[in-house]
């Protein structure tokens, strides 16, 4: 069961920065009774923040609880590998008379996060729990480099937007409009003949209020708009970033997914002017520019906010546009897009990853990710912003996540979730919306 720490040691001097212990399973449970025969499986480390400083040897506690007691004779499977990497180790233990086992010995010689995933099988039935220890986290360093150019790239870009006129095509949702807010369809011009499409929500009384834009997560799918924001006193922009209506049929969306959507976000990367997140990204300047048009507007306060493809998005709008004062960031997508080629794990959308390096390892496809990389427009913030993620999440890891909030010169406020994976929660929720309130109100 137990690896040699000389081992690990030996495995990040290579430059490794991080192991993690990953199962395959099918039933969740996370200490929730689910029937009279249930079983759960829970986590609890030595330090409650889960944090520590490199060397250190946290110990996690794993016990197995079979309707509610802890469980003898339970088999429990784990392997051990680098995030996004081979497997290194894969065991089992089976339980002893105590009903639980520490797993310790462990540590990391550089910066980054050692994951445990542990799978109990009894009965018939499978279930697993995660914990992640961060090891010294503020000192991870973002692998990607800064092209010299990377300013004047972008000043021109938004040249050739704001040489085309926004356009403004607006229509009224009588059936989403609630009492204290008016929805309404939009789309906008962007480059290349393209336009963009999102919902607008507008307070019914008569006044001036801050704007916020709301950007999309990875996908294809409709929207709805922020109206409940919006009910709060602020206009909002919910927006989608492939150029097409967003109140379509669910199935248009799902065609689009499979068909010529496909994979959108490797499109032209081998272009550094025509890769498919230029259009995006100007597409959220273009929002901009068309909420600072509404009347409505108190010509003053703005901020930009989403999760995932949307938290990579909030940070790239508001590093491009001065006219935003604030940023919310949910586990951003898009950083450190190179780990893979330092034997690290990159962002989503694992552009360089084992399974994608032979056809992305090029020269001109590597030029282009240093043009969109989220950790090099992380570099150039001025403004206040609000980060929020978990150590749980595989598929934005928080290696990746770490080498861009590290990178930000500006104030800088970051809330754990641990327990988190790859979604946010309600307690989350309030507090983005709470940050983003007192801050456009205040």
């Known amino acids: 069961m137990n690896i040699a720490n000389k081992n690990f040691r030996t495995f990040y001097r290579r430059g490794y920065g991080l192991i993690m212990i990953t199962l395959l399973s099918f039933n969740v449970s996370f200490g929730a009774v689910i029937d009279k025969d249930s079983l759960s499986l829970s986590i609890k480390a030595d330090h409650k923040d889960w944090v520590y400083k490199l060397g250190e040897k946290p110990e996690f506690t794993v016990t197995v609880l079979h309707n509610g007691k802890k469980s003898e004779k339970v088999k429990v ?12 180790k894969s065991d089992s233990v089976l339980l002893g008379n105590k009903g639980n086992f520490v797993l310790k010995g462990y540590t990391m010689d550089n910066p980054g996060f050692l994951r445990y995933n542990i799978t109990a099988e009894m009965n018939g039935k499978t279930v697993k729990s995660t914990a992640t220890a961060a090891f010294s986290p503020e000192m991870i360093k973002p692998t990607i480099e800064l092209p010299e150019d990377f300013k004047l790239f972008w000043q021109n870009s938004i040249k050739q937007l704001s040489s085309i006129p ?22 906008i ?3 290349h003949r393209s336009r963009v499409y999102g919902i607008l929500c ?3 009384l008569a006044g001036k209020y801050p704007v916020v834009l709301n950007v999309p997560g990875a996908g294809i799918r409709g929207y709805k708009g922020d109206i409940s924001l919006a009910e709060k006193g602020v206009i909002t922009l919910q927006i989608g970033i492939h150029g097409i209506p967003v109140d379509m049929d669910a199935q248009v969306y799902q065609n689009l997914s499979n068909g010529g959507l496909y994979q959108y976000a490797s499109t032209n990367l081998d272009e550094k002017e025509n890769y ?10 273009r929002a901009l ?9 108190d010509g003053k306060n703005m901020a930009v ?4 493809q949307g938290g990579a998005l909030s940070i790239v709008t508001a590093a491009l546009d001065s006219r935003v004062n604030f940023l919310g960031a949910y586990y951003p997508a898009l950083c450190d897009l190179t780990g893979y080629l330092h034997h690290r794990a990159g962002g989503w959308p694992h552009l360089f ?15 282009t990710s240093k043009y969109y990389d989220v950790v090099n427009f992380a570099k150039q913030l001025t403004v206040p912003g609000f980060y929020t993620w978990g150590f749980n999440d595989e598929t934005c890891p928080p290696t990746s996540m770490y080498a861009a909030y590290n990178a930000i010169p500006s104030p800088k406020e970051l809330v754990i979730y641990k327990e988190a994976g790859h979604r946010s929660l309600p307690e989350q929720n309030e507090k983005m919306s709470a940050w983003l309130l007192s801050k456009l109100k205040q």
Do not use: H, W
């Open 77 to 88: 499977k784990y392997q051990i590998g680098p995030e996004k990497m081979d497997a290194l």
């Open 276 to 285: 498919y997140y230029k259009r995006v990204y100007l597409g959220c300047v």
């Open 202 to 204: 507008v307070p019914k």
């Open 166 to 187: 926004i356009d403004p095509k607006v229509e009224f949702i009588q059936e989403s409009s609630t009492e204290k807010v008016n929805v309404y369809r939009i789309n």
């Open 289 to 297: 520019d068309f909420l600072a048009s509404l009347p409505e507007y």
């Open 305 to 308: 906010y989403g999760g995932s």
């Open 189 to 191: 011009q962007n480059i």
């Open 353 to 367: 990853s084992k399974d994608n390096l032979a056809f992305n390892n090029k020269k001109d496809k590597l030029e």
